[in-house]
């Protein structure tokens, strides 16, 4: 050991360290969240909920399955839709029971949805600095511990490759692209692992 380093360098203490680095970026994004929601009159909630909504509006969404995404109650998701509705920035629509359960943006959620994007414009310029190889296996190491996270139910919903019965882990030699789809029934780049993918179903189900 040079005189340079720690007890806590090392192999050993590596899992340690990289828990500690995500954590240092999630405080930093939960602080960035509430300042870009701040500006734009919303809570960090009601932000998540339009930049979903925005994402993939062809996704038939209700309360339930955003309170699940969030990770909150149903209850506290309904009064961030309700604020919402009040904004006149979300509607709902009725869904195959009759009950107005599908939320959609109206034409002014869709303009603040455009001005929030990107939201997390730092970290995106921070990850971009990175060589495109390096952020491949990031991708791919992240959406494993997200797919372990899950299976521990502290990850609670996720659309990610890792999670989904479509998916074949390393089912191919190419170092760049290991991974199958049996849907799509082609191999996965690691660049192209999806975090948020329509085709999406649960590998549990
Ligand atoms: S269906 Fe989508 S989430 Fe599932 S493995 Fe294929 S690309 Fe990934």
Do not use: N, Y
């Amino acid at each position: 050991m040079t005189e340079h380093m720690t007890e806590t360098s090392g192999p050993a203490d590596l899992d340690r360290r990289l828990a500690d680095a995500l954590e240092r970026i999630g405080h930093g994004m939960r602080s960035l969240t509430q300042r870009t929601a701040r500006e734009h009159g919303l809570s960090p909630l009601q932000q998540q909920t339009v930049l979903a909504l925005s994402r993939q509006p062809t996704v038939r969404r209700e309360v339930s399955a955003l309170a699940a995404e969030f990770d909150v109650t149903t209850p506290t998701m309904s009064d961030a839709v309700s604020a919402l509705e009040r904004k006149q920035l979300v509607t709902r629509s009725p869904g195959a029971d009759g009950r107005r359960r599908l939320l959609t943006l109206t034409d002014s959620g869709e303009e603040v949805a455009r001005r929030l994007t990107p939201w997390d414009g730092p970290l995106l310029d921070a990850l971009a600095g990175l060589p495109v190889e390096h952020r491949a296996v990031t991708l791919d190491s992240l959406l494993h511990v997200i797919a372990e996270l899950q299976r521990r139910h502290v990850v609670s919903v996720s659309r990610t490759c890792t999670t989904c019965r479509f998916f074949g882990a390393h089912a191919h030699a190419d170092p760049a692209a290991p991974h199958h789809c049996h849907l799509l029934r082609t191999p996965l780049p690691l660049t192209d692992l999806r975090t948020d993918c329509p085709e999406h179903q649960p590998a549990t189900a």
